[in-house]
């Protein structure tokens, strides 16, 4: 028999106290749930810290076969919280690099976990957020969500994000979604290797349970050292030297006038001092918006 249970026990963290996730254990199967729908599942310190504990915990638990990253509301994850990256901005160096360790290390954990991870994608993911689905093992999403690494278009880069997607997508696709932040819709995320499966909303759930169902025939042990199999063979580009190099760059752009400028622009509704002129303009685009053929 099949047995539910709520706010499972998990790492250091208490999941009573969980202030970003949900937690349910559904006989072998653990579903984290990403719940701070009022912001787009941003993430921010709580919730980076949160998810790394979590998924570090679930994988080394026994009676689990699978892990299902999953959302609340409409938007699977908005990526970064702008308001705490503002806030980071205004810190020290030491202060950035450490906050952005601490997200390439959660990424790496799910990335790492011994079970497979499964991403339940019911809406759009940006930013960071593609790099949540980047860094699971298998991910399934409804044929509306959108898709954008959006980084550049405020002035940051995909610094710890960048090892996963690229893995998932490749170089060349990640040469043009990287550095052009476009939207691309799940169809196009299925071609260059995002996602594996686009199905209807209704097909969602049966979809996941489908490849669960797959993965609970197999024999657990051998899951696991396959998954550690392919990450040997495909290369290391997770080591601890990625790690901080990462970090590290990422902690750099952050202080920098440009990223300050695309945030602050960002979370007042404006478009940045660099967007002001020349190709892709506001001006170039209204007088496009506004001219005959």
Request: net charge neutral; glycine share 6%.
């Amino acid at each position: 028999m099949k047995q539910e249970m709520r706010n499972a026990n998990c790492g250091m963290y208490n999941p009573m106290n969980y202030q970003t996730l949900e937690l349910s254990l559904t006989g072998p199967v653990a579903t984290v749930t990403l719940n701070r729908p009022e912001v787009f599942n941003a993430f921010n310190e709580v919730a980076i810290a949160e998810l790394e504990d979590c998924i570090h915990a679930l994988g080394n638990r026994d009676e689990l076969r699978v892990i299902v990253l999953a959302a609340r509301g409409k938007c699977f994850s908005a990526g970064a919280d702008l308001g705490w990256m503002k806030r980071m901005a205004e810190l020290s160096h030491q202060a950035n690099f450490d906050d952005a360790y601490k997200l390439a290390t959660m990424l790496r954990t799910i990335f790492a976990c011994p079970k497979p991870v499964i991403a339940r994608i019911q809406g759009d993911a940006f930013g960071g957020g593609v790099g949540l689905i980047s860094a699971s093992d298998i991910a399934v999403t409804v044929e509306n969500a959108s898709f954008s690494l959006s980084e550049v278009k405020l002035g940051l880069i995909p610094a710890t994000v960048s090892p996963y997607v690229i893995r998932a997508i490749g170089a060349r696709a990640a040469r043009r979604y990287l550095i052009t932040a476009e939207r691309f819709a799940a169809v196009e995320a299925r071609r260059i290797g995002l996602v594996h499966e686009v199905v209807s909303a209704d097909l969602l759930d049966p979809t996941v349970q489908s490849i669960i169902a797959a993965i609970c025939q197999n024999g657990p042990r051998a899951v696991t050292k396959t998954k550690q199999l392919i990450d040997d063979i495909d290369g290391r580009l997770f080591s601890e030297d990625v790690l901080v190099d990462t970090a590290e760059r990422i902690a750099q752009v952050r202080a920098s006038e440009e990223a300050r400028e695309g945030v602050r622009a960002f979370l007042e509704k404006r478009s940045p001092a660099w967007r002001k002129n020349g190709p892709g303009s506001a001006s170039q685009d209204s007088q496009r918006t506004n001219s005959n053929p």
